[in-house]
């Protein structure tokens, strides 16, 4: 596995004193490296934290000590030395990884012990010792595909053989066991490996279920190692860089571009709303709640004259006899009629719009009672007539 995380980072304007491998080997494995001049040349070292905590309990010194370069010294971080962080804790990816390898480990031994036992279809039991020499005997020709003798009835009587309970579905279980370790290994470190125990087809929804967690280690490690070269930079006057390589940096684009559209996607939803709100006011004409502001409101007048008329007395007692509501194509043409001075926008947002009108009961009983009252004076006849 520390092969493969050799490949996560990518550096450039390293100096040839320090290789990238061994620089991320010290990262990786110790969790740290500290960079510092010996004799005029840039070197990365593994040494021992030490000496006066600072406010935040952070060391202070480094001590390293270099048997090749016959040399050794107690370093001041910050001022004699850099200290590059592999992560924010500086723990390094040993830890986790010895965490997943002891159990695959263990999960092999147990393959390996389930692999064995499918060899024992039965298990042989004898009385006594004789007999179980024979049975030895027997199998052993059998193996070694000689045709065995069976010397005596004794031997029938007292061997006894009882059939292994076996099943492979141990074998599916130390398998699948086997599969999650290494997909959840590789998902630790940014690699996408899907572990989903379904038997059947995935969708994509399931198969990237585990996007999200797959980068915020790497992440963290890529932070702390800009933010070390950035400090070697500083203090030696370098010029090195560090970014994503191979699988992680291909990763990393798949997350940008999905990111950039769905950012499209939110945009043309938006813009789809604004249309839906449009089309929600102009409805609202049909209803009397809203109107139009270039054209609806000559409409909504022209009708509102229209109403007062005689013709439109007719129409509403038409309409109490038939249930109290017209047609959307009676409406569409009256208000068409009422505004022929308007644009074709205006005809077109009066076409098709259902107009339900409620009948008051009161108004028809109203007209009934003047109707049918002879008695009263021509002055209370035309109070009706002028109430209706």
Known sequence: MLNRTQRIFKYTGLPDTIPQRMFEYLLQVNGFACVTKVNGELYAFYGGLGGEPDVYYQPTVCVVSSPALKWSDTLKIGEDCVIVRGDSCMRGLIPLFNRYATAMVENDLSFKLATINTRIQAWVTAPDDTTA??????????????????????FLEG????????SIRTFTDLIEYQQYLKASWYNEIGLNANYNMKREKLS??????NNDALLPLVDDMLEQ???????????????????????WEKLLREFESSQVDEGSDTDESGDNAGDSDARRRYSEVGDGTGVSEEDGGETTESNSEDSGSD??????????????????ETSGSEETSGSEGNDDTASDISVGIEVHVDVNDES???????????GKDDSDRSVSEDTD
């Open 311 to 328: 013709e439109s007395e007719e129409d509403t007692s038409d309409v109490g006899e038939s249930g109290g509501s017209v047609s959307g």
């Open 159 to 166: 061997i006894k053989v009882q059939p292994v309970q076996g």
């Open 364 to 374: 028809t009983q109203l007209e009934k009672e003047v109707n049918n009252d002879d």
């Open 133 to 154: 020499e024979a049975g030895n005997k027997y199998l052993e020709d059998v193996e070694a595909g000689e045709l065995g003798v069976i010397a005596s009835n004794e």
């Open 225 to 247: 190692r800009k933010i070390g070269v950035e400090e070697v930079n500083k203090m030696f006057g370098t010029n090195i860089t560090v970014e994503f390589d191979s699988s």
């Open 204 to 209: 994509t929804t399931e198969s990237q279920m």
